[in-house]
């Protein structure tokens, strides 16, 4: 049916990166922080007396029901009227023995929680990793008035439902899921306490809708108005489930990525920040891993640097501000791949580096409104709880969990296309007689697929896929200072090398 309109009035109240571009560097744009978990409806509020019986015949009763606008009433003083065309669209006559007609499925509730108990006994299904997805709050069928004659008046409560889904955000007050503290050898210690919310509740405020609807149809004078119930709402994870689950959660997957410490990232600065921010990040069962909405746009303020950029071709050690991010971002793209999640956006870099493994490197950027970021989904039945280990010269993510039996299998990485990097050597007077600079290493150009295979414990497939890079080549470049003679360049190529430049816009490292 079509989506009702509303017409709504006011009344007094009662009461008065930086452009990670190119390999990892950043220019500042809008990047949202993860925010607090979302309410459920609050508990519903005690069921209201029944209304007086309608009186007439059925279609008498629909007309005095849709006769005018019916005004609900907020807790807040906030006031909206549901036009008639509106009201008549929620009724319908139902021969005398007939079924109602059907019903609309209110969409999931944004502000509902999604997430099945963690607990909970494990289902008789095959599978023992279920996906969770968002489940519609049940209603019942349509409410029928007592027969008229030959016929009766049906009302749609699941309309009606739809109806409030538009003044959820307005008394949405989210509450605070319980997480878990963990020390510095990667064990679980205590439980930080969840927070309820608030939220409106559907189901009673259809309810009163609906009552002040059959005092109508009754010719009941003594209240024509409805009201909206807002409750408490409680987080997905409480204290209690937190607490149940702890001593249960185990690390279901991992990666690490060593690294230099070096100008082309911020002096580790660039990798260590990013990893310290995603510590500690919980996410819900059917929820989404976004690396920028978690980790922010890097800032001078935080401690981020100037970094390594692949800028035409050619790697610049400064060339992009919070340049070398990348290893941060390949790290946990590793740990949630190995995991079995999964994974909604990853870009390989513009030429192979080798302490990523080979067609599985992820990198990331911000370039004004151009936005690549590494996003996985939790498609599992139960939280996951990331835990980093950053110093310099290492960053390490771990994925902790309720184990569910996922296994995951990765194909022999296939190679081809390869073209080979020519290694030149430019003499140069910028540097004194006889110095060497090494100022890029050859990259040889190829192109790689990996497959995953994820099963759960059964032994079905969840996920297969064929991750596709394409590396470009760069040549290396190594100055040698000399005395007066003009600069000359001598190609040095290496097995295989075409011997010609990259070329390409800036790429993150």
């Not at 009461?15 to 990670?20: D, K, Q, T």
């Not at 079905?460 to 190594?478: A, F, I, M, Q």
Request: hydrophobic content about 40%; some cysteine.
């Amino acid at each position: 049916m079509p989506r009702p309109t509303i017409r709504r009035r006011r009344r007094l109240a009662l009461i008065g990166v930086a452009c990670l571009a190119l390999s990892g560097g950043v220019v500042p744009s809008a990047v949202v922080r993860a925010v607090e978990p979302p309410v459920a409806d609050p508990t519903p509020a005690p069921t209201a007396t029944p209304a007086p019986i309608p009186v007439g015949t059925a279609d008498e009763q629909i007309a005095r029901m849709a006769a005018s606008p019916l005004t609900v009433y907020g807790p807040d003083g906030y006031a909206t009227e549901i036009d008639p065309s509106t009201i008549a669209a929620w009724l319908s006559v139902v021969p005398a023995g007939g079924s109602a007609p059907p019903t609309v499925t209110p969409p999931p509730d944004p502000l509902a929680s999604a997430a099945p108990d963690p607990l909970a006994s494990p289902s008789p299904s095959p599978s023992l990793d279920p996906l969770a997805t968002p489940t519609p709050m049940p209603m019942p069928t349509p409410t029928t008035l007592p027969e008229s004659g030959a016929a009766r008046v049906a009302i749609d409560r699941q309309s009606i439902v739809v109806w409030l889904t538009d003044l959820l955000p307005r008394y949405a007050v989210a509450g605070r899921n319980a997480t878990w503290k963990m020390n510095t050898a990667g064990k679980f210690v205590s439980v930080v306490p969840s927070k309820d919310g608030r939220g409106l509740d559907r189901s009673s405020s259809a309810r009163s809708i609906m009552d002040a609807l059959l005092r109508r149809a009754a010719m009941d004078t003594s209240s024509d108005m409805a009201t909206l119930v807002v409750g408490p709402a409680r987080p997905p994870i409480t204290t209690e489930k937190a607490t149940a689950m702890m001593p249960k959660m185990r690390k279901i997957s991992g990666w690490t990525t060593y690294w230099q410490v070096g100008e082309n990232n911020g002096f580790g600065a660039n990798i260590i920040i990013p990893a310290k921010k995603i510590n500690g990040t919980v996410i819900l069962p059917g929820a989404i891993f976004d690396f920028w909405k978690v980790v922010g746009t890097p800032t001078v303020a935080e401690g981020y640097k100037a970094g390594g950029a692949i800028i035409n071709g050619k790697s610049q050690p400064t060339g992009a501000f919070a340049g070398g991010i990348c290893s941060t971002s390949t790290t946990i793209f590793n740990a949630a791949l190995r995991a079995g999640f999964e994974i909604l956006s990853r870009v390989p870099h513009y030429y192979y580096i080798d302490r990523y493994p080979l067609g599985l490197d992820a990198t990331v950027w911000m370039d004004g409104g151009s936005i690549q970021s590494v996003i996985w989904r939790n498609d599992s039945a139960n939280p996951v709880y990331i835990r980093s280990v950053a110093k310099p010269g290492i960053v390490t993510f771990e994925l902790y969990s309720l184990p569910v039996g996922r296994t995951v299998a990765f194909s022999t990485p296939k190679v081809s296309g390869q073209v080979g990097a020519a290694d030149y050597t430019e003499y140069t007077s910028s540097l004194p007689a006889g110095a060497a600079q090494r100022v890029e290493f050859p990259h040889p150009g190829m192109y790689v697929e990996v497959v995953r295979t994820v099963k759960d414990r059964a032994g079905v497939v969840l996920h297969r896929e064929t991750w596709k890079s394409h590396y470009n080549e760069v040549d290396g470049r190594t100055l040698v200072g000399k005395s007066s003679a003009p600069p000359t360049v001598t190609p040095t190529p290496l097995p295989g090398a075409g011997g010609h430049p990259a070329g390409g816009g800036p790429r993150p490292s």
